[in-house]
């Protein structure tokens, strides 16, 4: 939920599971800070936004043991590792 902090537009902090869970279910991650969208987003808040992950989730309410890609990506890479762990 995006609210009105004087003249500036915020994003708070995601307050329940359904909000963090729509969050992170899209084909991509939208950084909270600039509005750009991205299947991993710790480089960008690294490189754009001088961030780290536990930063970010700390300002959003993000759970911590969440990391910062979209499910699909997620899943993509544990298969990827369990093939490479295979052989």
């Known amino acids: 939920l995006i609210i009105l902090v004087g003249e500036r ?3 708070r902090p995601f307050k329940t599971r359904r ?3 729509r969050y992170f279910g899209g084909k991509t991650l939208k950084c909270l800070l600039c509005g750009k969208r991205f299947r991993r987003l710790s480089f960008h808040l690294a490189a754009k936004h001088d961030l780290t ?3 970010y ?3 959003f309410g993000l759970p911590w043991t969440r990391g910062l890609t979209v499910c699909r990506v997620a899943q993509q890479f ?4 369990k ?4 052989s």
């Open 9 to 11: 537009w915020v994003q």
């Open 78 to 81: 544990g298969l990827e590792q």
């Open 57 to 59: 989730k700390a300002r």
């Open 53 to 55: 992950t536990d930063q």
């Open 83 to 86: 093939a490479q762990a295979g």
């Open 19 to 21: 909000e963090v869970e």
